[in-house]
């Protein structure tokens, strides 16, 4: 079992950064990918960007060029750096990590873009 928390989030204004973070704890030796989703309202959650423990990434294609998902080589931290935010990628964003023990989820963290 794999215990996520994610911090990072905030109110930012159109162009500019963000940087959300997420630590694992538990069984991280179990963990095969790690990555973040996004949920806005009336929508359903969606892949924002995964890094398996081979370091391969993939992301939405919303948000390629724009946003870069990385993992520190312990492989219990992953990062979202988040540039040239737009206000339709307002949401809630949630850890993910896929493993052994199946999927485990973060609590989220509130992402807004507005003037």
């Known amino acids: 079992q794999v ?3 994610e911090s990072g989030g905030g109110l ?3 162009g500019g950064s963000l940087r959300l ?3 694992a704890s538990g069984s991280i030796f179990s963990i095969n990918a790690m990555g973040w989703y996004r ?8 892949l924002v960007a995964r890094i398996t423990i081979g370091g391969t990434t993939t992301y939405l294609d919303s948000v390629k060029g724009r946003f870069t998902i990385s993992r520190d ?3 219990n931290w992953v990062y979202l750096q988040m540039n040239s935010l737009k206000p339709e990628d307002t949401a809630v964003y949630y850890c993910n990590t896929e493993g052994y023990y199946g999927r485990s989820w973060g609590q989220g963290t509130q992402v807004t873009v507005s003037s």
């Open 12 to 14: 930012v204004q159109p």
């Open 21 to 23: 973070s997420c630590v």
């Open 39 to 46: 949920q806005a309202p009336g929508k359903q959650r969606e």
């Open 73 to 75: 080589n312990a492989g």
């Open 3 to 5: 215990q996520l928390v």
